[in-house]
C-alpha cells in the first residue's frame, strides 16, 4: 500500500482555521486545488473524526455543528489544542482497530503472554469479525512494543508483556496531577508541541477519578495568544528533522504561500490532471525556524542552484527523503548558515545594518512602569539600549536587512522614532503618511 | 518516528476511552524525558518526583526534536513555571477562596486581600503568569502577575458562594469583550495568508466578498486587549485597516499623527 499522506488533511484544516468559514464549497475547493467532491469527502472524514474523538457526552452537541465553528478559536478555552484531532487520521481497519484495543484493554490490569492475550482476544470478540490467529496477535504485540505502549516484564519464556504506563502509575495522586500541569504548560509554551499534547490527553485519561470529585481540574489554566495551527506544521518535522540529523536531501513539491492555491490533487488519472502551480524541487536541509510574531514555521536548507533557501513549511507537500551527502560538506553548509544567520531578526539573511531607534515612554507614566521600555527589552532580541534619558532612550541593534525588523518598530506606533538608516527612516515617514491619509477622513466622523 | 501513528487512531482511541484504558508511547516519553531537562521542571516538582521521573525515563531515546529548531522574534523566555503555580492551581480546582498579599503596579502593597481565585493564565507575549480573581472588597475583576504576588493563604469557600462566583465571573468576562472589523486592502491579497495568521491568536470571524474580493476579519477579544490588538494592527501597517470600531480608527489616526510629529520637519 503506498504510503499514506495527509498534505490535502492538513492544508485543508489550515485553510478552515485561518479563513474561519469565509469560503463557499467551491471557493474553499478552488482555492485548495481540489473537486468539490474531494471537498465534501475531505470534509466528511475529517468531522468523523471530531467526532469520534471528542468527549461522548460532547457528541450530541458537537455532532451538529460545523467544522468551521468547531475550530473557531474560543478565546477563552485555550488550554485545549483544536487542531490535535488531525494527529489521529491515521487510517486502521476496523478488525486491527479492535484487537489492538482489546489487547491494551486487556492488559490494563495485568501482565500476559502472548498465547494469553490470543484467548482474550478470541473470546471478547464481536460475533461478524473473524478470530485472530496467533500470528496476528505477536505482530499487533510488536507493534506495540515498537511504539513504547507495551514492554516485557521480567523473566524469561514465555513473555509476559505490561503496558508502561510507570510514568504514571509509579507516582501519588497529587504527583500525577504535578505531571499533568507540567506537560500541559510545557505543551503549551514550547515547540514542538503535539508529543506534549498527546501525553496531555492520555494523562487526562489516567486522571479521570478526579473528573467526580474536582469537575473543574482540567480547566484551571488559560494561555493566551496561541497561534493554534501552528502544530499543524509539526506534521512535517519527524521527516525533516530525521533528515538533517542524517545528511540528507528533502524532495518535495512547495507552494508559495503567496499563490492562490496551497493544495493540488495528486490525480493517478492523467486525464484529469491539471497544471499545477506548485514546484518540485530538492536541497539540503539545516535548520527548521520557528517565527513567533506569526506562529509559522520555516524550513531553512541548501539548494545547489539557488544557495541558503528559505522556504515556508505550510508551503511544502509530498515531503521525501532524498540521497544522502558528506558530513563535511554538511557541517559546512551548517557553518554557513549559522555565520548568515546570526544578525538574522527572523530569516533574512541580507547585509548586515545598523538600526538606531529613539524611544519615548508612555506620557505621564512613572518611574516605576515603563512599559515601552520592558517591550524593547522583552522583545528586542540582541539589541542593546545604549543611551538613557528622562524622556527617552536609544535602542541599537545590528540585524540584517530592514524588512523584517520594520513591522516590530512600527508597531510601538508613536512611541519610536527610527533615527538610522536614513531609508528605514523615509519609510516609516511614509508609511505614516499614508497611514494618516487612510483614517484621516475618521476625525470629521468623531 | 512518526506522529501519524496507529495508536493514535481515532477510532482506537475512542475504543480504548470507553474500556476506561490510556496509552502512552515512547515518542510522548521522549519528549517528557527532554522537557525534563528545562529548568521549569524545578518549580514544578518536588525534588523526589523530579528525581523519580528522570529514574523512569533514563532509558528512552533522546529527542531530536529540538535540536534544530530554533525559535525567532519572540519575547526573551522569563521564569515558565512559578512556584506559586501549584498552590493556587489546587485552590482553584477545590473552589476555594484566597487570601493574597502583593504589590499593585504603583508599587503599593496589599496586604491579605480576600478573594475568590478564578484562573491562572499565562501570556505568550509578555511571558508572565497571571492570577485571575475577583477581590470581595473592590468587588472588580483583577489580573495580578505571579511575579507580584508575595503570599497566598487557602481560606474555605462554601460550594453554593463558590458556583455563583464561577459564574458571575464567566459573566463578567463575556460583558468586557468588544468586536472590531480589521479590512484587508485588496492590492495585498497575495499577503493573505500573513495577514491571517498574525490574527489566529484571536477569536474571530473572516468573510470573504467575492464580487469586490475583499476580506474582512470581525475580531473578538476581552476591553483589556485593545492595546495588543491596536499593536497588532500597527504591526501590519498598510496592508490593513480598521473598517468597524471607532476607538481603534481613532488611536490609529492619533499614532499617525504623532508619529509624524516626531520626524518634524522632515516628514512634510
Known amino acids: 500500500m503506498a504510503k499514506e499522506s495527509f498534505d490535502k488533511e492538513i492544508q485543508f484544516l489550515r485553510l478552515l482555521a485561518l479563513t474561519s468559514g469565509a469560503y463557499n464549497r467551491q471557493q474553499f475547493a478552488k482555492r485548495l486545488g481540489i473537486s468539490v467532491h474531494t471537498f465534501d469527502k475531505t470534509l466528511r472524514r475529517l468531522k468523523d473524526i471530531v467526532q469520534t474523538v471528542n468527549h461522548p457526552n460532547e457528541l450530541s452537541a458537537a455532532a451538529g455543528r460545523e467544522l468551521a465553528e468547531h475550530l473557531q478559536f474560543q478565546y477563552y478555552e485555550s488550554a485545549d489544542p483544536v487542531l490535535l484531532f488531525l494527529f489521529r487520521a491515521k487510517s486502521l481497519k476496523e478488525s486491527e482497530s479492535h484487537r489492538l484495543s482489546q489487547l491494551v484493554a486487556a492488559l490494563q490490569t495485568q501482565e500476559l503472554t502472548a498465547k494469553e492475550l490470543l484467548e482474550q482476544c478470541c473470546s471478547d470478540l464481536p460475533p461478524e469479525l473473524i478470530p485472530p490467529d496467533e500470528k496476528t496477535i505477536r505482530s499487533d504485540l510488536k507493534y506495540l512494543e515498537d511504539v513504547g505502549v507495551i514492554c516485557k516484564a521480567a523473566g524469561g519464556r514465555p513473555y509476559r508483556y505490561g503496558l508502561d504506563r510507570s510514568i504514571v502509575t509509579r507516582l501519588t495522586d497529587e504527583e500525577q496531577l504535578d505531571l499533568y500541569d507540567y506537560v500541559e504548560v510545557m505543551a503549551n509554551t514550547q515547540v514542538p508541541s503535539v508529543q506534549g499534547y498527546l501525553l496531555r490527553e492520555s494523562l487526562k485519561k489516567a486522571l479521570k477519578p478526579l473528573d467526580g470529585k474536582h469537575p473543574d481540574w482540567q480547566e484551571t489554566l488559560w494561555y493566551k495568544y496561541h497561534y493554534h495551527s501552528r502544530i499543524l506544521d509539526e506534521a512535517h518535522l519527524p521527516v525533516v528533522l530525521h533528515a538533517i540529523d542524517s545528511c540528507r536531501r528533502l524532495k518535495f513539491m512547495y507552494f508559495s504561500p503567496k499563490s492562490s492555491l496551497s493544495y493540488s490533487s495528486q490525480n493517478t488519472n492523467p486525464l484529469f490532471e491539471k497544471e499545477t502551480k506548485g514546484y518540485s524541487d530538492t536541497m539540503l536541509p539545516l535548520k527548521v ?56 531578526w527572523l530569516i533574512d539573511t541580507g547585509e548586515p545594518v545598523r538600526v538606531i531607534v529613539k524611544f519615548y515612554p508612555p506620557a505621564g507614566a512613572g518611574s516605576g512602569s515603563n512599559f515601552i521600555k520592558d517591550r524593547v527589552l522583552l522583545q528586542g532580541q540582541w539589541g542593546c539600549i545604549t543611551e538613557e534619558h528622562a524622556g527617552y532612550f536609544i535602542y541599537e541593534i ?9 513591522p516590530w518598530l512600527r508597531s510601538f506606533g508613536s512611541s519610536c522614532e527610527v533615527l538610522e538608516p536614513q531609508i528605514l527612516r523615509r519609510q516609516m515617514i511614509e508609511e505614516w503618511k499614508e497611514l494618516k491619509a487612510c483614517y484621516e477622513p475618521v476625525r470629521e466622523n468623531l | 518516528m512518526n506522529l501519524f501513528e496507529k495508536i493514535f487512531n481515532y477510532q482506537l482511541h475512542s475504543r480504548l476511552d470507553e474500556s476506561g484504558a490510556y496509552t502512552i508511547t515512547s515518542h510522548e516519553r521522549s519528549w517528557l524525558k527532554a522537557m525534563l531537562e528545562h529548568s521549569a521542571a524545578d518549580d514544578a516538582f518536588d525534588s523526589g518526583t523530579l528525581e523519580k ?52 503596579r504603583n508599587g503599593e502593597q496589599w496586604e491579605n486581600r480576600q478573594g475568590f481565585p478564578y484562573k491562572l493564565e499565562y501570556s505568550m507575549v509578555k511571558r508572565e503568569w497571571y492570577l485571575i480573581w475577583y477581590p470581595f472588597r473592590e468587588r472588580s475583576l483583577m489580573m495580578t502577575k505571579l511575579a507580584h504576588i508575595r503570599a497566598v493563604e487557602e481560606i474555605s469557600m462554601p460550594p453554593d458562594k463558590a458556583k455563583h462566583m464561577i459564574q458571575h465571573i464567566a459573566d463578567m468576562l463575556l460583558q468586557r469583550k468588544q468586536r472590531a472589523v480589521i479590512e484587508v486592502i485588496p492590492a495585498y491579497n497575495a499577503e493573505l495568508s500573513r495577514i491571517l495568521y498574525a490574527f489566529s491568536c484571536f477569536e474571530k470571524e473572516v468573510a470573504y466578498n467575492d464580487s469586490t474580493n475583499t476580506y474582512r476579519i470581525a475580531l473578538a477579544f476581552p ?11 500597527r504591526f501590519l501597517g498598510l496592508r490593513v485597516r480598521v473598517a468597524e470600531g471607532d476607538y481603534f480608527k481613532h488611536r490609529m489616526l492619533e499614532a499617525a499623527t504623532k508619529a509624524l510629529a516626531r520626524y518634524g520637519d522632515e516628514s512634510v
Open chain 2, 53 to 104: 521521573l528522570r529514574g523512569l525515563l533514563a532509558g528512552e531515546a533522546d529527542s531530536h526534536l529540538f535540536r534544530y529548531v530554533e525559535e525567532k522574534a519572540g519575547s526573551i523566555p522569563k521564569r515558565i513555571y512559578h512556584p506559586l503555580l501549584r498552590t493556587l492551581r489546587r485552590m482553584i480546582m477545590n473552589r476555594q477562596g484566597v487570601r493574597v498579599s502583593y504589590q499593585l
Open chain 2, 223 to 233: 476591553g483589556h486587549e485593545a492595546e495588543f490588538v491596536l499593536s497588532k494592527i
Open chain 1, 289 to 344: 525556524v520557528y517565527d513567533h510574531q506569526y506562529g509559522r514555521w520555516y524550513l531553512v536548507g541548501f539548494h545547489r542552484q539557488r544557495g541558503l533557501l528559505k522556504l515556508r513549511m505550510e508551503g511544502l507537500t509530498q515531503i521525501e527523503g532524498d540521497t544522502q551527502v558528506e558530513a563535511a560538506y554538511f557541517k559546512e553548509k551548517q557553518d554557513l548558515l549559522a555565520e548568515k544567520m546570526k544578525h538574522s
Open chain 1, 398 to 406: 545590528i540585524v540584517n536587512g530592514i524588512t523584517e525588523i520594520r
